[in-house]
């Protein structure tokens, strides 16, 4: 087969989540194209060098400064449904040259089309609202539904049951009639890291929107200056040079491979993140809340101020490590 797989820039969780299934395919001996924007498509690039490489429209989002995002997403609407319709013209432009046997789309929602069988990957079946504005879900269902149906398939990385990861955000609702859960997609999913003596004391994966990322970054760094503790700091920048900053008891890298990033994780004492669900799913990939639960880890689960998805996961997240 040849599929084209292109996951959403905002953040890098969209891209992570999209690395098995990239390496599943290949190991199948399909034919992958890769396509995506900014520093999303750039970690692609970087992880599949040898393989093609398709520029899609660019998606250039900002949060604001503050602890509300209302304003920030209210003017990021006609930004996004812009880059959807650019997306959607990219794409039927691109099946009218060449063949397609399937599309996959990580939270794209512009890349469908009648042409060939494409699949929408999410796990936002509810999107979040914030408490003043949680009356407004169902809507908000509705009209992620509208996407979803465009769409051959939905494929929803998370397990049936009770024992999943996500909660609401893909339990509350019944399942779309084109949409199966897939379980969990980690980038760790073919990393088997030796556990040891670790190197760090802390490990923490920055990571989201600008300014918001650099603000967490700071927060970190501010609370560990001065402290005997050893901290690594993944900055979750993959353009730019690959330098490595060592001041007193902190490291700091702009990205890390797969395999020395588990290994640093599994080794650490104390984890901390954003509560995004793609950094979720590698934390349950490595086993890190069963750690938690017994005591042998403090995995720190940081929203992104104002981001309501982040905010439930988190507190979803402290209910399972407590069983």
Not at 2 to 18: Q, S
Not at 76 to 95: C, F, G, N, R, Y
Not at 127 to 145: A, N, T, V
Request: net charge positive.
């Amino acid at each position: 087969m040849k599929i084209l797989i292109a996951p959403l820039n905002w953040g890098l969780g969209h891209a992570t989540r999209c690395l098995p299934l990239i390496v599943r395919h290949l190991r199948a001996g399909d034919d992958v194209v890769l396509a995506g924007d900014g520093e999303s498509g750039l970690l692609l690039r970087k992880h599949f060098p040898g393989l093609r490489y398709i520029p899609l429209p660019e998606l250039n989002l900002r949060y604001s400064k503050g602890r509300s995002q209302t304003g920030a997403v209210a003017r990021m609407i006609p930004k996004i449904l812009v880059w959807s319709a650019a997306d959607h013209k990219t794409l039927e432009q691109l099946l009218r040259r060449e063949s397609f046997d399937l599309v996959i789309s990580d939270n794209r929602p512009g890349l469908y089309s009648r042409r060939c069988r494409c699949a929408y990957i999410t796990h936002q079946l509810l999107i979040r609202m914030p408490g003043g504005l949680r009356f407004l879900e169902d809507m908000g269902h509705k009209l992620h539904l509208r996407i979803i149906r465009r769409f051959s398939e939905c494929w929803v990385p998370d397990s049936e049951g009770e024992n999943n990861l996500s909660g609401d955000l893909a339990h509350r609702y019944p399942l779309p009639q084109n949409a199966r859960f897939i379980g969990p997609l980690s980038r760790f999913e073919y990393v088997r890291p030796e556990e040891g003596p670790g190197e760090y004391d802390t490990v923490a994966v920055i990571s989201g929107l600008e300014p918001q990322r650099s603000l967490f970054e700071k927060a970190v760094l501010d609370e560990y200056a001065g402290k005997n503790e050893r901290l690594l700091v993944v900055r979750g920048k993959i353009g730019g040079a690959n330098m490595t900053v060592r001041k007193g008891n902190v490291t700091l890298m702009p990205a890390i491979s797969d395999e020395s990033l588990a290994r640093h994780l599994l080794s650490a004492r104390t984890v901390i993140s954003r509560s995004g669900y793609s950094s979720i799913m590698d934390y349950a990939a490595l086993g890190l809340p069963e750690k938690q639960r017994r005591g042998e880890l403090s995995l720190r689960l940081v929203p992104t101020p104002g981001q309501p998805e982040q905010e439930y996961l988190a507190e979803w997240m402290k209910t399972h490590t407590r069983n």
